[in-house]
């Protein structure tokens, strides 16, 4: 489904907000940021993927393919429903206003949201209760299992289940029965932790639908090995009888950025399986996202038309090979059972003609990233006079440089040949002169992390591919966003024709 007019927005993951519980949230800062996106002219508010992370903090490799994650969570919305109390954080750390400090938000947040949990049972109103109540039944064909899952990773001190005793880790109905009972209260926990996170995040969905943003959310094509989605369903991914390894994993395959490839090691999906279901865990994925999002970015789209897949055991992907999978199939089906979809397919890299047909045949936009514009010829599809209509326009995304880097890094030839297109020297900041080249592109919808807006450079970008521990933690400050920046924003978007209509 393209989207039906022109408008732009703003990359940034409710991580990256201001706060004081070393992590951004959900909270006021939020909502405070939802106004700039409107007093600025924009309509659209990017988000990474918003589940629960483990080791090295990644969006990308969450316990869940549909819950939240627990340190997104406000704690002061708890204070007011007297689940907490004001002086629950008279004694908070003096944290870092520009990077996320995961493992400190874990462990003045975790203890407090068992607090408030427990205080749930005794204080919550009836209607709460109720709302509770209904939450867990609606949410329940995926919830069940990532409450046990969870619990039991606490119990087995965060070890992945493959390496639980054998009766947890391949799911014996009595074993579970007993663990079940036996955890009842970790159990009641992560069910109340997720109601509360979608509570917050839904309230937050509507104040910003309200006021004209729509949200615009992410899904990686894979989940991770140590995840509630691999443990509850082994019979859609390629694993180890044995061992319950990975018998297949992810990745891509060399290229002119890497000789051996990158080995991701996410098994990858029996899809021979999942055709037999008609692709029902898939399905009930997307629509749990679309009671979230009103857009969704599949990651490594691709990956729905072929796959590298590397056998298990190996440490570089060169030994990969291409697998078709059967995207077309999939898509109807989903067409079918959700109608049009508010797909964007992240179709960058080494994309074929195939897959280019499967994102067109279904309508699903593409992504352009004007960092990668410059480097081979007018025949490049990422300069702004090769763009379609049916596609989304970056500057740059989570996973480059912000501009400011990325252009530095540039040497003087490479410097001048983004001079070139805009004919000299622009009499702006590089930064800008990149959010007005994706502004005036025909492409429908033009995206600017906010470190571009702000004009940062390479210390603030959010991810360095290939990094194993340093990502995911930049942060802005609330004075940051300044009103005329938010001005200056604005201009360049009536401008190009991008505020709301009417």
């Not at 070890?159 to 074993?175: F, G, N």
């Not at 390629?238 to 000789?259: H, N, R, W």
């Not at 906010?450 to 340093?470: F, H, I, K, W, Y």
Request: hydrophobic share 40%; with cysteine.
């Amino acid at each position: 489904m393209a989207f039906s007019r022109r408008a732009s927005g703003i990359l940034l993951h409710p991580t990256s907000l201001p706060g004081r519980f070393g992590i951004g949230d959900l909270g006021q800062e939020a909502y405070r940021f939802v106004d700039f996106l409107v007093e600025s002219g924009q309509q659209v508010w990017q988000v990474l993927p918003l589940g629960p992370t483990g080791y090295g903090n990644s969006p990308y490799l969450c316990y869940s393919a549909l819950a939240g994650n627990p340190l997104l969570i406000n704690l002061e919305w708890l204070v007011a429903e007297k689940l907490l109390a004001a002086s629950d954080f008279d004694h908070l750390p003096m944290f870092n206003a520009i990077k996320a400090d995961y493992e400190g938000a874990i462990a003045i947040k975790i203890p407090l949201l068992h607090k408030a949990s427990q205080n749930f049972v005794t204080k919550a109103t009836p209607e709460r209760k109720k709302e509770f109540l209904a939450f867990c039944e609606a949410q329940a064909y995926w919830l069940d299992d990532y409450a046990l899952f969870m619990a039991i990773k606490g119990q087995q001190n965060g070890a992945s289940w493959h390496q639980w005793d054998e009766p947890l880790a391949q799911r014996d109905p009595q074993t579970l029965a007993q663990v079940t009972a036996q955890l009842k209260n970790e159990i009641f926990y992560h069910k109340y932790i997720q109601s509360e996170f979608f509570r917050q995040w839904s309230t937050l969905k509507q104040y910003a639908n309200d006021h004209g943003v729509e949200i615009f959310g992410d899904i990686p094509i894979y989940v991770a090995h140590d995840s509630v989605d691999v443990w509850a369903n082994p019979e859609i991914f390629c694993l180890d009888p044995e061992t319950s390894e990975p018998a297949q994993m992810a990745g891509v395959p060399p290229d002119y950025f890497s000789e051996t490839g990158q080995l991701w090691g996410n098994p990858v999906y029996n899809w021979e399986a999942l055709q037999e279901t008609h692709f029902a865990w898939w399905v009930q994925r997307i629509e749990g996202m679309l009671n979230y999002v009103d857009w969704m970015r599949i990651d490594h789209f691709r990956g729905f038309e072929s796959f590298w897949s590397v056998p298990g055991g190996e440490t570089v992907a060169i030994k990969g090979e291409w697998v078709n999978a059967p995207g077309a199939e999939f898509f109807e089906i989903l067409k079918d059972k959700l109608g049009d979809l508010p797909i964007i397919a992240e179709d960058l890299g080494v994309i074929t003609p195939e897959v280019e047909a499967l994102r067109d045949q279904f309508g699903f936009a593409g992504m352009k990233v004007l960092h990668f514009a410059f480097d081979s010829g007018p025949g490049n599809p990422f300069l702004p006079f090769n763009h379609s209509l049916n596609c989304v326009v970056y500057s740059g995304t989570h996973d480059n440089d912000t501009t400011v880097g990325w252009f530095n890094a540039r040497d003087e030839e490479a410097k001048q040949r983004v001079y070139d297109y805009f004919g000299g020297v622009p009499p702006e900041p590089i930064e800008w002169a990149m959010i007005r080249m994706a502004m005036s592109s025909v492409g429908q919808l033009s995206i600017y992390p906010l470190q571009d807006v702000l004009g940062l450079g390479t210390a603030s970008r959010m991810n360095m591919p290939g990094a194993a521990e340093g990502n995911w933690d930049w942060r802005y400050q609330e004075s940051m966003l300044r009103p005329e920046l938010g001005d200056r924003l604005r201009r360049l978007t009536e401008l190009y024709g991008r505020l709301p209509q009417g």
